[in-house]
């Protein structure tokens, strides 16, 4: 009998790690990616390979293919949309709002929910704002890349005749969070457990699971499921969270797809993100989100210098670490900040302080210096 077979725009670790959930649920997963060494090619059944913006490039993947979905945001709405017969999951429609961020803030603003000011760096008026703001490239931007946090109006103003961004107030956050929805063909929708999410130069480091009263939880799930529903989304969606100090949340950014504050879930969780993802997309029934275990923590491991290594003294440390889980993602080309591969420990306890201990070990063994 002929596999189901999910064809993935991009074919980085995300790919990969989709790839990887494939095999469990009988799927074989074809993809489009324009560089013959990215991490997941040597993970597909078939590789195109064409840029990922190539819209006649995914046309010839999805003719093998029973549906199509999408590693990243880097794509040509409007070239797909001229596609036919092409089954998109999670669907054009739902991408549409998202992967302009001005557009995507308009959208959350409709569905009305928490979030900063903000305004399109056209439209910025001074005396309606204070320093230090937040400046973001419209299209494009990840891991830091296309923001900026601006502290004066001569930065500013380089930024806005530079091209065109979307404007926010800071935020003085007290801590990040972020959470997973999902969504099925058939409209049922399950949350992930949230996470609390640390960055480093504006590049995620690591990720902790975490409690939190009933209350953040509940509002957290209702905005989780009321963006879920009013897209018809079709897959799992991240959603990244401000908290501040007195507990009121807001939303800082969406991306459609699976993301690096899921990783956890793939040892942590009874259904990982890549294998729900992947669920929902072939138009199977939903998995159990919930954790499955006390506490766990995920750390990045990124590149910190210009170099070609495999880093096997490092990882072979880190994988010698109780219930500790390795994650290498084959690049073979270092660069700082480059996520290179990810380690999630499981806790025998939900303590912050047991967290942050194991996290100390692990980069004391992956960075030079500390």
Not at 208 to 216: H, K
Not at 314 to 320: S, V
Request: net charge negative; proline share 5%; glycine share 6%.
């Amino acid at each position: 009998m002929t596999k189901a077979t999910i064809g993935i725009v991009g074919g980085g670790q995300l790919a990969a790690m989709m790839a990887e959930a494939a095999v469990s649920l009988d799927l074989s997963i074809h993809i489009q990616t324009p560089d013959p060494q990215d991490t997941a090619v040597s993970l597909a059944d078939r590789t195109i390979l064409a840029p990922i913006n190539d819209a006649k490039a995914t046309a010839e993947l999805a003719q093998k293919c029973d549906w199509v979905t999408f590693e990243n945001e880097f794509v040509d709405l409007t070239a797909l949309g001229h596609l036919t017969g092409v089954i998109f999951r999670p669907p054009l429609s739902a991408l549409a709002p998202l992967l302009d961020k001005y557009e995507q803030r308009c959208y959350l603003q409709q569905l009305g929910l928490p979030m900063p000011q903000f305004c399109a760096s056209e439209d910025w008026q001074a005396q309606a704002w204070s320093f230090p703001l937040v400046f973001k490239a419209r299209r494009h931007g990840y891991d830091g890349r296309g923001t900026f946090i601006v502290r004066d109006l001569a930065a500013l103003t380089d930024l806005r005749q530079a091209g065109e961004g979307l404007i926010e107030a800071f935020v003085p956050f007290q801590r990040e969070l972020a959470v997973l929805v999902a969504r099925s063909t058939q409209g049922e929708i399950v949350v992930y457990p949230p996470v609390e999410t640390e960055q480093v130069e504006q590049v995620c480091r690591r990720v902790y699971t975490i409690d939190l009263s009933e209350a953040v939880q509940a509002k957290i799930q209702w905005m989780a499921r009321t963006i879920a529903e009013s897209l018809q989304l079709v897959g799992v969606m991240a959603i990244e969270l401000f908290q501040a100090a007195d507990g009121d949340l807001s939303i800082n950014e969406l991306a459609p797809r699976t993301h690096n504050s899921g990783h956890l879930s793939i040892e942590a969780c009874a259904t990982s993100q890549f294998a729900q993802h992947l669920r929902a997309v072939a138009g199977m029934t939903l998995g159990d989100p919930h954790l499955t275990c006390q506490g766990a923590v995920m750390v990045n491991l990124l590149g910190y210098e210009t170099a070609q290594t495999d880093y096997l003294e490092q990882r072979r440390r880190l994988a010698a670490l109780p219930h500790s889980h390795v994650h290498w993602y084959g690049k073979s080309q270092s660069r700082p900040g480059r996520k290179l591969g990810h380690v999630t420990v499981i806790l025998p306890t939900a303590s912050r302080p047991a967290a942050a201990e194991i996290v100390g070990v692990i980069e004391e063994i992956w960075y030079p210096h500390g």
